[in-house]
């Protein structure tokens, strides 16, 4: 081989170095998992996944030490016009809706609602309205339970990271005959088949103030996420889901699947 050509591939060989040397030193590790894999398969260095013991991957414990341990203290209150205002006051943890489905990262993910132990929303950040219709009738005990960005849930001592509180006498009072009642605001049906959105993605223009209740059927398990209001909802296949936000800024807000990274809509609020 010339000098000039051994020259040249020396220097192929540096900048291919240095370009995978860029590539392994990111700030977190390989967020998103490969095709042929799933959530279990997928974890950053933080603590020990715990054996399943037959649960779901979203039930998997992720223990960490006492001193790296997240913790979370959830506060309820009666909304005035419908619902709960849901407060989460955090420790060691930080929510992190960008990394969603990526690998544990030591003190950040996200939280999860339940009721009674059946699951109702997952939460990005540290305030959540909760409405009525999302509450079944006769719902005692909300839990708040914290999960890291691969799902799993962080877990001190074999137990998750969580706090309950009663619903019971946190209940906001029912309208009385002479009472007005809260206004229909606009109702807005999307269809999600096949990863086809319908009606076709678009901008919609949402007066400040106005109340917009969102029925989303997918054809496929996902999570139905507002961005900028920090509302969500689960979506299970075949089922529709209902989710109502009440716009009080001016600002364009996207409407979005996460788990399958769709827009579904924009909402333009004046």
């Known amino acids: 081989m010339s000098g000039r050509r051994l020259a040249r591939a020396l220097g192929t060989a540096g900048v291919l170095g240095l370009l995978v040397l860029a590539a392994g030193c990111t700030e977190?590790?390989?967020?998103?998992?490969?095709?042929?894999t799933n959530h279990d398969t997928v974890s950053g260095?933080?603590?020990?996944?715990?054996?399943?013991?037959?649960k779901s991957r979203h039930e998997r414990l992720r223990q960490v030490p006492?001193?790296?341990a997240p913790a979370v203290t959830v506060t309820v209150r009666a909304d005035t016009h419908d619902g709960?205002?849901?407060?989460?006051?955090v420790q060691r943890f930080r929510f992190s809706p960008d990394s969603v489905g990526g690998a544990?990262?030591?003190?950040?993910?996200?939280?999860?609602?339940l009721l009674d132990g059946a699951e109702v929303a997952r939460v990005y950040g540290d305030r959540h309205h909760l409405p009525s219709a999302d509450v079944p009738a006769g719902s005692q005990m909300l839990t708040v339970r914290l999960h890291a960005d691969d799902h799993t849930v962080w877990a001190l001592d074999g137990e998750p990271v969580q706090d309950s509180v009663p619903?019971?006498?946190?209940?906001?009072?029912?309208?009385?005959?002479?009472?007005?009642?809260?206004?229909?605001?606009?109702t807005?049906?999307?269809?999600?088949?096949?990863?086809v959105v319908s009606p076709e993605p678009g901008r919609i223009e949402i007066g400040k103030g106005e109340r917009l209740t969102l029925r989303v059927t997918s054809d496929t398990d996902d999570e139905l996420h507002v961005h900028g209001v920090d509302r969500s909802a689960v979506l299970t296949a075949g089922r529709t889901a209902t989710l109502e936000v009440l716009l009080d800024r001016s600002g364009l807000y996207e409407v979005e699947t996460h788990r399958s990274g769709l827009v579904l809509t924009q909402l333009a609020v004046r």
Request: aromatic content about 2%; charged content about 20%.
């Open 28 to 36: 977190r590790p390989d967020t998103h998992h490969r095709p042929g």
């Open 45 to 54: 260095p933080a603590g020990t996944l715990l054996p399943a013991k037959g």
């Open 66 to 68: 006492a001193k790296d």
């Open 84 to 89: 709960w205002n849901i407060r989460l006051d």
């Open 104 to 113: 544990a990262v030591l003190g950040s993910g996200h939280a999860r609602l």
């Open 167 to 186: 619903l019971s006498g946190t209940a906001p009072p029912p309208l009385g005959p002479d009472q007005e009642q809260k206004p229909a605001g606009r």
């Open 188 to 195: 807005l049906d999307i269809t999600v088949a096949g990863g």
